[in-house]
């Protein structure tokens, strides 16, 4: 069973919901979920973050999970969503980590609170260059208002329809994914969090598809914090998003896993928890930070950095940690 979440209500009334993993006392990490995720997705480095002494907080985005509906016109409006949470928690330093398209809200945050955030984490994240333009972009933006306009409906929610959802689910994917995808916690979180994001039918995922084509790697260009990249060597659009993130931030740090899978943060949590653990070490002293555990550190060894930024007189970082 998943705990309620938290709910707080926003200056203009809308309600906000959000829950927490990890170390209640540890340092804060804001999480930002992939496209139509809710605050249960972090549930999956709940315990990763616990061992490695990091608090995660996630949000549901508006009109996803247990949150209002909230127009948002850029990935720059999950801001004012956010400061009100923070003030709530009494939160003065945070770092950031996003999955996929959450990276793009993850970017806003950083960028327009820039004394606040400490690092930010990028697991597979999902990025258009607008600039270059042509007509497959386009077409693409075209094909993503069309799918806004009809809809992706989940919202039967019932058992029967999320074991064919399942069922459609492991057909699909490869065997990597597919042993993920046996373990009880792992398919209890996906499905709870497919059902979670169309509690407030499809306005809420309609909008995250959106912005998903919106181009966020401008806010990226003026950041001084480390930031970290991670891949996997067979994801499709992994070189495209390295090589337009590179040149962009002022330290930037790519770990390509020799994992498989679209789930593979699943087996790379202690890697990344470990990771964001050791960026944030680096930025300042970070005080209450768990021991970590010989286990957590082993399974950092499975990550290699490939690349690093290339921009004249930037930092560059290697290493697996």
Known sequence: MHKPPSQIKLPNGHSLSWGEYGDPKGFPVVYFADLGGTRLEAALFHEQAKECGLRLLAIDRPGLGRSDFLALSSHYDIVPVLKPLLAHLQIARFALLARGVGAGYAAAVAHRMPTQVTALSLISPQAVDNTRGGP??????????????????????????????????????????????????????????????????????????????????????????????????????????????????????????????????????????????????????????????????????????????????????????
């Open 136 to 321: 497959v972009m386009r077409a693409t933006r075209a094909l993503s208002r069309c799918m806004c306009r009809f809809g992706i409906s989940l919202r039967d929610t019932s058992q029967r329809s999320q074991s064919v959802r399942l069922q459609r689910l492991q057909d699909e994917c490869g065997s990597a994914d597919r042993k993920i995808l046996q373990q009880p916690r792992v398919i209890d979180v996906l499905l709870t969090d497919a059902a979670e994001g169309v509690l407030h039918g499809k306005k809420g995922l309609n909008q995250d598809l959106k912005l998903a084509w919106r181009d966020w790697l401008g806010s990226i260009d003026t950041l001084s914090i480390p930031v970290r990249l991670w891949q996997t060597s067979e994801e499709g659009g992994a070189a495209f998003v390295r090589s337009l993130l590179m040149g962009k931030a002022d330290d930037l740090k790519v770990s390509q896993l020799g994992a498989r899978g679209s789930y593979y943060f699943v087996r790379q949590a202690g890697s990344i928890m470990l990771g964001l653990f050791r960026t944030i070490k680096c930025t300042q002293s970070v005080s209450g930070i768990a021991a970590l555990s010989s286990s957590v550190s082993a399974a950092s060894a499975s990550g290699t950095t490939v690349a690093a930024n290339t921009r004249p007189g930037s930092k560059v970082r290697l290493g697996s940690g």
